[in-house]
């Protein structure tokens, strides 16, 4: 990763500029194929990385509407097109919600990804239901936390999961009961009406024995390769939304619904801070303007 000087981006028919105050973050960005090629697998790079974004929109593009100059905005921006790591971004208009003036760009540049991921998960393909149990794997990360406080706001009794120095995190963001991976037996859990899984590999086949007949497992690591006797096993990659944004950051502003952000770090040290020495606790989010 290098900074480097690059043109003001355009907006194409339905697109916005947004002027990029804040940026979020996902680690695995590099190994996905979107990083690297367009729609028709040719390679673009150098790619500029980043998804989430919120900022304040300086243009707009033929035919947009919905959105206005000056306006502020947060939202996740298309897969295959240069990020949000930047000063200016051009993204689809529909890909963005308006982001209320006592939301921080901060906070809404963390939103997004993990927001929406915890979401679809969990209403659109799981299918949750107030008395139900959700089993969320790594209940102490970005995702993990949205999962865990969306569902037991929707009346599920939550279990989390993660490493012994999770416990106390898991449980501060709502989880009923937390399961060290390492140390504690998966199976002692007991049988759960939705698996969110974030792990695979041998985790998610211990977890798709644990789903009662009719439950859910839902991955986001791809393909599942071990699904449960009789339920349904999904996998998805999030995709924007303008209405469940504003769902989510409605929680924010109401305090039902807080962030889990771990490093805020400013567009000239974007560099040191995706590619940190220690392991990555929370949200990583990168200050593009103050």
Same mark, same amino acid.
């Given at each position: 990763?290098?900074?480097?000087?690059?043109?003001?981006?355009?907006?194409?028919?339905?697109?916005?500029?947004?002027?990029?105050?804040?940026?979020?973050?996902?680690?695995?960005?590099?190994?996905?194929? %979107?990083?690297? @090629?367009?729609?028709?697998?040719?390679?673009?790079?150098?790619?500029?990385?980043?998804?989430?974004?919120?900022?304040?929109? @300086?243009?707009?593009? +033929? $035919?947009?509407?919905?959105? %206005?100059?000056?306006?502020?905005?947060?939202?996740?921006?298309?897969?295959?097109?240069? !990020?949000?790591?930047?000063? +200016?971004?051009? /993204?689809?208009?529909?890909?963005?919600?308006?982001?209320?003036?006592?939301?921080?760009? @901060?906070?809404?540049?963390?939103?997004?990804?993990?927001?929406?991921?915890?979401?679809?998960?969990?209403?659109?393909?799981?299918?949750?239901?107030?008395?139900?149990?959700?089993?969320?794997? $790594?209940? &102490? $990360?970005?995702?993990?936390?949205?999962?865990?406080?969306?569902?037991?706001?929707?009346? &599920?009794?939550?279990?989390?999961?993660?490493?012994?120095? =999770?416990?106390?995190?898991?449980?501060?963001?709502?989880?009923?009961?937390?399961?060290?991976?390492?140390?504690? %037996?998966?199976?002692?859990?007991?049988?759960?009406?939705?698996?969110?899984?974030?792990?695979? !590999?041998? /985790?998610?086949? #211990? %977890?798709?024995?644990?789903?009662?007949?009719? $439950?859910?497992?839902?991955?986001?690591?791809?393909?599942?390769? #071990?699904?449960?006797?009789?339920?349904?096993?999904?996998?998805?990659?999030?995709?924007?939304? *303008?209405?469940?944004?504003?769902? /989510?950051?409605?929680?924010?502003? =109401?305090?039902?619904?807080? @962030?889990?952000?771990?490093?805020? &770090?400013?567009?000239?040290? &974007?560099?040191?801070?995706?590619?940190?020495?220690? *392991?990555?606790?929370?949200?990583?989010?990168?200050?593009?303007?103050?």
């Amino acid at each position: 990763m290098t900074l480097r000087d690059c043109p003001e981006p355009t907006p194409a028919i339905n697109d916005v500029v947004v002027e990029v105050r804040a940026s979020g973050w996902v680690p695995t960005e590099v190994d996905w194929p %979107s990083t690297w @090629t367009d729609r028709a697998n040719r390679a673009r790079t150098p790619s500029i990385l980043g998804h989430e974004l919120a900022g304040v929109v @300086t243009a707009l593009g +033929y $035919g947009t509407t919905g959105l %206005s100059v000056g306006q502020r905005v947060f939202g996740l921006a298309d897969w295959h097109r240069d !990020g949000t790591l930047a000063e +200016y971004v051009a /993204i689809e208009a529909r890909n963005l919600a308006p982001l209320p003036g006592d939301v921080d760009f @901060t906070v809404g540049a963390s939103l997004p990804i993990s927001g929406l991921t915890a979401w679809q998960g969990l209403f659109q393909l799981g299918r949750l239901q107030s008395g139900q149990s959700v089993l969320a794997h $790594g209940a &102490a $990360g970005a995702v993990g936390t949205m999962v865990t406080q969306l569902a037991r706001e929707a009346g &599920a009794w939550v279990i989390g999961t993660g490493r012994a120095a =999770d416990r106390e995190k898991a449980l501060d963001f709502g989880a009923h009961e937390f399961v060290d991976l390492a140390n504690d %037996s998966l199976e002692d859990v007991g049988a759960v009406d939705l698996v969110f899984d974030v792990i695979g !590999g041998d /985790i998610q086949k #211990s %977890s798709a024995a644990l789903i009662k007949t009719g $439950g859910t497992l839902v991955s986001i690591v791809g393909p599942v390769e #071990s699904r449960p006797a009789d339920g349904l096993a999904v996998d998805f990659v999030v995709e924007a939304d *303008r209405a469940q944004l504003n769902e /989510i950051v409605q929680r924010v502003r =109401d305090g039902r619904l807080r @962030t889990n952000i771990g490093t805020v &770090a400013d567009l000239d040290d &974007a560099v040191t801070a995706l590619n940190p020495a220690d *392991r990555i606790k929370g949200k990583t989010i990168i200050q593009v303007r103050p």
